[in-house]
């Protein structure tokens, strides 16, 4: 199941930038999202077609979390995954308990939706997840 | 205490065996759906007695085994208030009152406003240890609550957080319970055996905690447990319980019995180990049973057997506690500026005064 995950989400994040917690490059917008009582705030989100975002995520629960982006089937892919905590990749990052991770995503080229949840165990199908519009 | 109550008000009963289990993190810490068999929240009904006697909160509950595969599935009970005590339970306590109540159905819970949300560091207040159990007795806010039980190897669910803040704002006290495996093979404990905990506890003001029994579960899962109070007086609660209507089906809380306590179950379960406590008579004695969806359990139980019929919202957890003034600095500088333009309007009338008066 790994490699699927890796592979796909390679896949989508062609072009992407690298995660972690550099500085922010002033042409790259950042976001700033706050996790409180498992959920995200804000849970919508618009990007344009190609933009980069900076994502600055900040956990403020005494529980993990993480946040990842795709689309359903990067969703599915990580619901049933066995990847206890991720490695800094664009847009997939662990946020543990108490603490702010940046990651860091360019986004494809064309429109349409995404969504960024978190697939610790419970967390998603407890509404822990978010969109964004590419437009 | 923070909260202005009565004092006349001698309340009653308390907190229930709001328990939920935690599980060791290591099983079940995923990617996403990685679920051990032990990963998934799986209480069955729970039985507990909360009385309530000359100030002194006496809860009894009881914590079954689920045997050395599933680990230690483990249990966090908030708490009304700092116990004096936390003792092995008695045998045939819970039991009996079971045999009481389904008998008669066969015939015919100090407020501590504490608001203790900030990221410090729990407080371990004590630690004991019961047959197999170990127990931890824990003040903090949620966050550090939170931390403590992520930190000794519990994982919590993804609502724990803001459940464990609905709790820390009335009440930074929280018991932290788990087997030790090695200890109930040791000891030759079965699966599913279970071994009472009787938890001693003053207040003045004690309530049922129900909210925390739904954690972890889904929306609509429906959560079930049996609720017996002894008190001074016939409580009244907030919610109202309804009548039971005789089927077992029925949602809500439901009061399946309200009686004075027969002379036969007050001389057994004073005969059982740490309730000598109880009076010889002349207490009240309630059956509630709670069956409702997960995600309408909101809010806990308040009780009141003062006699005065008014338990209270803040103790079933609908309305928020004010936080302690003392970290309301807004309130003081607001006082300071009204003082202060009092003060300015005082000097500014003299010196009109004294100008009219040249």
Known sequence: MRWRTVVLAGALTLGSTACGTAAADPGVRTIHIRIHYSAFDPEMIAARPGETIRFVLENTDPIDHEFIV???TVQLIHEEGTEAHHAPRPGEISVPAGETHVTTYTFPAGRGALIFGCHLPGHYDYGMRGTIQVR | MRHPRRAIRSITVSALAAMFALIPAASAFACGGLVTPNGTVNLLRTTTLAAYHRGVEHYVTQFSFAGADATEVGSIVPLPGVPTDVIKGGDWTLQRLIIETELKRNDGLLLQAAALSSAEDATVLFETQIDALDITVLEGGSVAVGNWAREHGFFLPPDAPEVLEFYASRSPIFMAVRFNVERADDQGVQEAQGTPVHVVIPTPNPWVPLRILGLGRKAGEIVQADVYLLTDRRPATLPVAQRSNGDLSQPGIVQELS?????????????????KWMPNSGMWLTHLRINTPAEELTHD???????????????????????????QPIVWATLATGVL??????????????????
């Open chain 1, 70 to 72: 795709g689309d359903e």
């Open chain 2, 259 to 275: 009686e004075p306590a027969s002379a036969s179950l007050m001389t057994d379960l004073r005969s059982d180990r740490g309730m």
């Open chain 2, 301 to 327: 139980l308040a009780i009141d057997a003062s006699g005065y019929d008014q338990p209270d919202p803040i103790a079933a957890g609908f309305v928020v506690p004010l936080p302690d003034p003392g970290v």
């Open chain 2, 341 to 358: 333009l009092v003060l300015v309007g005082a000097a500014a009338r003299r010196r009109v005064m004294s100008t009219q008066a040249i």
